[in-house]
């Protein structure tokens, strides 16, 4: 069954710290992998777009990784900030046209 | 420009109401999607538009009529709805179907009474 499994499903964390988001995928044919950030009420945000050959990838204080065998993908957020609190969705894009989405996790960043 | 504009942001309406929702993209992207979300869950895809051709209906049933009058265009035309159809409407864009970068917009926040 082609699934998409975040956790944790929600994390509390004091603004400053790091996290690590965890996604986990079943879904085949993988064509390549999105994490989006998604503030309540908006849509969501792209952070990383990754393809099976690429294990890491950075956009600014967020670095996704990625592997292909294990079918594990991590977002770590470094120094975190307020602004981080939003939701974390991990994104599995199936063949060329099919997004599997997965449920996310709620990030609240504390001061 | 980078953005995808929904409006109108918010709507309520009665469930014998016809109204419409618009997405717009100036980006020159081919392929245009709606979504569903409910509040804590993930978006449901609902339609793919490739090259204004409606190319996927995830089963949607037919209170909600979506169309794509030109590339830059894409409306959601709601008849009948039910209260559980209140939710976040947002539309995607993209290049073209597959492996390219999807941008979203802001949503349409409905409310069916």
């Known amino acids: 069954k082609n699934q998409v499994e975040q956790s944790p499903q929600s994390l509390i964390i004091l603004e400053g710290k790091n996290c690590t988001l965890q996604?986990?995928?079943?879904?085949?044919?993988?064509?390549?992998l999105r994490w989006y950030k998604q503030d309540t009420g908006r849509g969501p945000v792209s952070l990383t777009i990754m393809t099976f050959s690429e294990n890491t990838k950075s956009n600014g204080r967020y670095t996704a990784t990625l592997d292909a065998d294990t079918k594990q993908s991590s977002l770590h957020i470094t120094a975190s900030q307020l602004s981080d609190s939003a939701s974390y969705i991990c994104?599995?894009?199936?063949?060329?046209?099919?997004?599997?989405f997965g449920a996310g996790t709620r990030l609240a960043v504390h001061p | 420009d980078t953005e995808v504009t929904q409006t109108p942001k918010h709507l309520v309406m009665g469930m014998t109401n016809k109204k419409s929702l618009k997405c717009e993209q100036h980006?020159?992207?081919?392929?245009m999607y709606w979504y569903k979300q409910k509040a804590k869950k993930p978006p449901e895809l609902m339609f793919v538009?490739?090259?204004?051709?409606?190319?996927i209906n995830e089963s949607v049933p037919s209170r909600f009529s979506p169309e794509c009058p030109n590339s830059s265009l894409l409306n959601l035309h709601l008849h009948a709805l039910q209260p559980e159809d209140s939710a976040l409407y947002l539309c995607a864009s993209e290049p073209t179907v597959g492996f390219y970068e999807q941008y979203f917009g802001p949503g349409t926040r409905l409310t069916v009474t």
């Open positions: 980006m020159g992207h081919r392929a």
């Open positions: 996604c986990n995928y079943t879904v085949s044919p993988f064509s390549n």
């Open positions: 994104v599995v894009l199936r063949g060329y046209n099919k997004l599997i």
């Open positions: 538009y490739s090259y204004e051709k409606l190319s």
